[in-house]
DNA sequence: CAGCATCCTTGGCGATACTG
DNA sequence: CAGTATCGCCAAGGATGCTG
């Protein structure tokens, strides 16, 4: 059990940190069918800031999780897609949305139960 | 409309949003092994605060992925554990853990490639 | 032991304006 | 179009002290 995400300072809390990210989460999603320009995230990804989107790409390529294509072309043209690592991440990321999307009413109904009393 | 973590508004991305925090992920681990008490989850899980552990498992609790049982014993005593739908989590929760440890080498080679250029 | 209440800081994030 | 740069807020979260 060498890298323990329960210490502090492990690398792995910090990849724990980034597939925790709501944001990082919901680009992996959006880019799981195919590569996707810049502008169509930020359509596609209701309520997030062009900062954010920045940020999280950024964050994301860095991790070896994307790819960022830029097309010299006028007017510029952005790519981004997962790379084979995003894709393995993408299995885990996909079971996250079925889960949370098959249990919502479960989870709902027990916050109902909590909140009643 | 289906549950549609995309949209601002829905559901599923406040699951997504619990199951992303950070957190919430550690003490879902830490309880996969069976219920432990509070001083046990605050000593194996390295740099939470009180606060943030309580308040993790207060909205565990509410969204019926872990129980709180209060055992009226001097001192007090407090199990935590995780319910049927807390297990079904577990699984998940244990792929993300599984995945950052296998790939944590790759992310921070291509972290230092990223950061070398 | 297992918490709740308070204060206080910091940095995350949105909004806005500007550029190649 | 796809960003960068800057400002400002406020709420997440840490530290501390108190209680059943």
């Known amino acids: 059990m060498n890298p323990d995400p329960f210490s502090r300072n492990c690398g792995s ?15 992996v999603l959006t880019l799981a069918d195919g590569e996707k320009r810049y502008g169509e995230l930020a359509e596609r ?11 999280t790409l950024r964050g994301l390529e860095r991790d070896g999780i994307v790819t960022r294509t830029v097309h010299a072309s006028v007017p510029p043209r952005v790519d981004y897609a997962l790379t084979d690592l995003g894709r393995s991440l993408l299995d885990l990321v996909a079971g996250l949305e079925e889960w949370a999307t098959r249990h919502l009413a479960e989870v709902e109904a027990a916050q109902a139960r909590y909140d009643a009393r």
Chains 1, 2 share one sequence.
Do not use: A
């Open 45 to 55: 990804i209701d309520g997030i800031s062009q900062k954010m989107l920045t940020q």
């Open 13 to 27: 809390r910090k990849v724990i940190d980034r597939i925790g990210d709501r944001w990082s989460v919901l680009v």
